[in-house]
T-cell receptor, first 109, second 115 residues
Framework: SQKIEQNSEALNIQEGKTATLTCNYT??????LQWYRQDPGRGPVFLLL?????KEKRKERLKVTFDTTLKQSLFHITASQPADSATYLC????????FGKGTMLLVSP | EPEVTQTPSHQVTQMGQEVILRCVPI?????FYWYRQILGQKVEFLVS????????KSEIFDDQFSVERPDGSNFTLKIRSTKLEDSAMYFC?????????????FGPGTRLTVT
């Protein structure tokens, strides 16, 4: 069955540094991969989508890469801020979404 | 900015009771979804709905669950006879289309507590 793995340990970084989060998947060849942000007790919020034929996508301070050979996506937040502290979810699917468990990011001032 | 709304924000019910969770998707969206998230676990897909019928459902979405679009704006999830393990956050989402190329907009969720 499809499996999506994200680092279960929280990532702690200092304000201003670049945060890099990893999403690995197995038993799947998705045409699209999405990243969402989730704050405690709230619904996921869409951030970025990348297609299988795109290597990289950027939006403001966010960058996503998609390596279909490695079956991996990396999510980067540059110049991180305390307000970026949240759980970041990777999601795959061609129609419905299968989510990873997410990685919590903590940005300290 | 348009958003998905859900009511109630918190529902407490006794085991065996029926509950209806309500959602108002974004008005020009065509696909609607229900997900659940048990505390500390991942967001899990339950069902997708398009053109007044279920388009896909997961193994979780058994005969105890049903969805309905009773009018032009509401989208509901009914759990017929709740179990303790149904306790979770339930999120409604909508998207312009059903392909994975379209982002999904999630509501704030309904926290269901079954006692």
């Amino acid at each position: 069955s499809q499996k999506i793995e994200q680092n279960s340990e929280a990532l702690n970084i200092q304000e201003g540094k670049t945060a890099t989060l990893t999403c690995n998947y197995t038993n799947y060849s998705p045409a699209y991969l999405q990243w969402y942000r989730q704050d405690p007790g709230r619904g996921p919020v869409f951030l970025l989508l990348i297609r299988e034929n795109e290597k990289e996508k950027r939006k403001e301070r966010l960058k996503v890469t998609f390596d279909t050979t490695l079956k991996q996506s990396l999510f980067h937040i540059t110049a991180s801020q305390p307000a970026d502290s949240a759980t970041y979810l990777c999601a795959l699917g061609d129609s419905t979404l299968t989510f990873g468990k997410g990685t919590m990011l903590l940005v300290s001032p | 900015e348009p958003e998905v709304t859900q009511t109630p924000s918190h529902q407490v019910t006794q085991m065996g009771q029926e509950v209806i969770l309500r959602c108002v998707p974004i008005s020009n969206h065509l696909y609607f979804y229900w997900y659940r998230q048990i505390l500390g676990q991942k967001v899990e897909f339950l069902v997708s709905f398009y053109n007044n019928e279920i388009s896909e459902k997961s193994e979780i979405f058994d005969d105890q669950f049903s969805v309905e679009r009773p009018d032009g704006s509401n989208f509901t999830l009914k759990i017929r006879s709740t179990k303790l393990e149904d306790s979770a956050m339930y999120f409604c989402a909508s998207s312009e289309a059903g392909l994975g190329t379209y982002e999904q907009y999630f509501g704030p969720g309904t926290r269901l507590t079954v006692t």
